[in-house]
């Protein structure tokens, strides 16, 4: 399966759902791009769902580091939503957990944006 990112907007959150394999090459191309173009489009309130994310390698953590760095740059923020499974287990392992905010609920991640709910 090729790997995929799609943007669409709630309120003023850009949200980039993600599918398939996020490693070197076409994943990491991908995502790279995608954030590029949110941030180029002013968008600074970032939401990457991880839901249909089936694989993350080291070059795959690397660039959401980078695209962590690129948004905070640009004044804004970037969270994660539905890191589950073997994404959750890798992205614990490597206490990116303590870099990035992250929700299983949409709403409730939505609302984090306004700095008025506690972190899910």
Avoid at 98 to 113: D, G, H, P, R
């Amino acid at each position: 399966m090729a790997f995929k990112a799609s943007v669409r907007h709630t309120s003023d959150v850009a949200i980039v759902d993600l599918a398939g394999k996020l490693t070197l090459g076409e994943g990491c191309g991908t995502l790279r791009e995608t954030i590029k173009d949110a941030i180029a489009k002013g968008d600074r309130k970032i939401l990457v769902n991880l839901k249909e994310t089936t694989y993350i390698d080291s070059s795959g953590l690397g660039e959401l580091v980078s695209s962590y760095a690129s948004v905070t740059n640009a004044g804004g923020q970037i969270k994660l939503l539905n890191a589950e499974s073997r994404v959750h287990d890798l992205l614990t392992v490597t206490k990116l957990y303590s870099v990035f905010e992250s929700f299983s609920n949409e709403a409730v991640a939505l609302i984090s944006f306004t700095g008025s709910a506690a972190k899910a």
